[in-house]
């Protein structure tokens, strides 16, 4: 069978046939899924993929497609090794679950107990820490995706009296007999096993050869294959690692409305829970999703980073990724394009992913830039009442394209002015001290020359309480120190 191709400016046609799609069968439904998945993976210039999906006990789709290697044409199969990145913090909120189970750690504890030069405010628990909530004024408010995660290796460590690679050892790796997995302490690890190995590449331009980060922690280092991700999943499923109640504390957001729990996020669409997770170095990606009420799975491994990075996943939406809704359409909501409100929805979600996707790709090939105008537009014009939907991912969005516009020399770009600037002040009423909102409205006004507002939002970063220094508070800090 031929397979669907896909490259630069395609993606408009993909997103725009979504709205008419017939009723599927389970042969079509596989047909589909597959024609998608290859668009995306040339759209996106991945050069390797691993796709697995499980139906209940049964895997009814598995797919291995380009290159483990480039260069000696060695192809992607069920025993190629992936880094799967932040995919690794599953694998420590199971470690997490299974200590308070055990009476070793209790997820109300300070984190201060466990480390001498206590740095973290005296009311921040395990369990802000393990559900990323530990930043702001009150721990356990926000959401805001968190370096602090990687804390918890010393954790695990100091509750078990063991080190971290013997903890998931004894806990996972061993009685799951995952043969595949691993830490990925150094690259002596890589050469004392016989095993294909998926080379890192990045995509500047061109598709160009990467590097591996080598290290680990709670936060990230597991090297494994999707078959071994399908084999953790069912020992989830069966409850024969952690108990049932474990799972349901680690996939419940930690309050309605916040999209993480512990170790793995956890949100609702169109009335389907949906428990996943993703990973993404700079030469790699992964991600992992569940469906519970239609015992559903979907695995991803690739071997760049563009199946993470152009979704802003950490922004806790799946749906802003074309991967996840192409599951999702064809494996969970059964869409057909009959305008129910379900469809509604769904090609909505299309619209916003497709743009956000082409925002990206705009960096590469500046024709993206009006595929991603156009899918806003229509956006806009057939779902008017965008604060209902606004996101930091559609934020996001719209500063993207100025910054290419500004980067590429392509003059100003005011297209979603208003909408812009709407929209980062709903975000901000929504939560004050939202710092994405405000390096992106900073930014904004940065670049229209209004330095005073501009200073404001740069401002109300750097003196938010009890945030890391993360990336957007050492920029505020920059330009504060620049626009004195």
């Not at 709205?19 to 210039?45: C, G, M, R, W």
């Not at 309050?255 to 829970?273: A, R, V």
């Not at 925002?359 to 956006?379: G, I």
């Amino acid at each position: 069978m031929k397979r669907a191709v896909i490259t630069f400016s395609g993606i408009f046609l993909l997103i725009a046939s979504c709205a008419e799609t017939e009723q599927p069968s389970k042969t079509t439904t596989k047909v589909h899924f597959e024609n998608e998945i290859d668009s995306l993976q040339a759209y996106f210039q991945i050069p390797g993929m691993a796709i697995l999906v499980k139906k209940d006990d049964e895997i009814v789709y598995e797919d291995y497609v380009g290159f483990s290697n480039l260069e000696k044409k060695t192809k992607v199969d069920s025993t190629t090794l992936f880094p799967i990145a932040s995919l690794t913090k599953v694998f420590s909120g199971i470690t997490m679950m299974s200590l308070a189970e055990n009476k070793k750690i209790s997820l109300e504890e300070p984190a201060n107990t466990y480390f001498e030069s206590a740095p973290f405010s005296d009311d921040i628990q395990l369990k802000h820490i393990a559900s990323h909530t530990s930043q702001g004024a009150v721990p356990g408010k926000h959401f805001y995706y968190s370096s602090r995660f990687g804390a918890l290796t010393k954790v695990m460590e100091t509750a078990s009296g063991q080190p971290f690679e013997n903890i998931l050892d004894s806990l996972i790796i061993e009685p799951l007999q995952l043969t595949h997995t691993f830490l990925l302490k150094d690259s002596t690890v890589l050469k004392n096993r016989d095993e294909i190995f998926a080379q890192p590449y990045l995509f500047q331009d061109s598709v160009q050869k990467g590097f591996v980060d080598y290290g680990f922690s709670a936060s990230a280092g597991i090297v494994t294959t999707a078959r071994d991700l399908m084999k953790l999943d069912d020992a989830l499923d069966a409850h024969t690692i952690i108990s049932e109640a474990g799972k349901k504390s680690m996939f419940t957001p930690f309050k309605p409305e916040l999209p993480y729990g512990y170790g793995i996020f956890s949100e609702t669409f169109l009335d389907n829970q949906l428990i996943w997770a993703y990973g993404q170095y700079d030469c790699y990606s992964s991600l992992w999703l569940k469906v519970p009420s239609k015992n559903l799975t979907l695995i991803l491994l690739a071997n760049n980073n563009l199946m993470s990075d152009p979704a802003r996943l950490i922004y806790g939406n799946a749906t802003s990724s074309l991967f996840v809704l192409g599951f999702l359409k064809h494996f969970v909501l059964n869409a057909n394009g009959t305008g129910t409100k379900g469809d509604e929805i769904l090609y909505r979600e299309q619209l916003r992913a497709g743009a956000l996707a082409a925002s990206f790709m705009a960096q590469f090939n500046t024709a993206e830039m009006d595929v991603s105008k156009k899918l806003l537009h229509r956006l806009f014009a057939k779902y008017p009442s965008y604060l209902a939907y606004a996101d930091l991912s559609l934020l996001h969005n719209l500063s993207f394209l100025k910054d290419v516009a500004l980067y590429k020399e392509l003059g100003p770009f005011n297209d979603f002015d208003e909408e812009f600037v709407k929209i980062g002040e709903h975000l901000l009423k929504q939560d004050a001290n939202n710092p994405y909102a405000h390096y992106y409205l900073g930014s904004f006004y940065d670049k229209e020359g209004n330095k005073v507002l501009a200073r404001m939002h740069f401002q109300a970063i750097v003196n938010a309480e009890n945030f890391s220094n993360n990336w957007y508070v050492s920029e505020a800090k920059q330009w504060l120190a620049t626009h004195n």
